[in-house]
């Protein structure tokens, strides 16, 4: 057991913890935050994915470790009152059916508009290919990012 810090949605967080233990389970077990969503366990759905230092990660594959001292933003560091462009869009667009890759699906849609602010569908397709959403919405989530990146 070792102890690290972590920044995690502007509050700083020490825990005791296995060095190999995921990231996705410090944030959910030891920290409480349970927005984010376990999937597959081997980084392949993206229903995990948090930033870290500002990057799209998988935090299922992540050993905490890693992260120690990182600034590390959630789905619940986008806003605490759903007011984020992109969740208000994915609301507006009625995107999730059951709703359990959506954390993961907004997180790595608001890593692709920092980088790009108007994407086009090829620069959302790119970004978004290794989110896998079960219920198929693909088609409502590139729509709610269109409208999202005209919100920022």
């Not at 869009?89 to 959506?102: F, K, L, N, S, T």
Request: with cysteine; proline share 5%; glycine share 10%.
């Amino acid at each position: 057991m070792a102890t690290y810090t972590l920044t995690v949605n502007g509050n700083k967080h020490r825990v005791n913890v296995e060095d190999d233990m995921p990231l996705l389970w410090v944030l959910r077990d030891e920290i409480g935050l349970t927005g984010t969503k376990f999937g597959c366990g081997r980084g392949l759905c993206g229903t995990c994915t948090i930033h870290l230092d500002g990057e799209p990660t998988r935090s299922c594959m992540t050993p905490v470790e890693y992260a120690d001292g990182s600034e590390i933003t959630t789905i619940e560091g986008l806003s605490n009152d759903v007011s984020h462009p992109l969740q208000q869009a994915w609301i507006d667009e009625e995107v999730p059916q059951c709703g359990y890759c959506q954390s993961g699906q907004i997180m790595t849609a608001a890593a692709l508009l920092k980088r790009i602010p108007d994407p086009s569908d090829d620069d959302i397709d790119v970004a978004m290919k290794m989110n896998l959403c079960r219920c198929g919405t693909y088609q409502r989530i590139r729509k709610a990012i269109h409208k999202a990146a005209k919100g920022i």
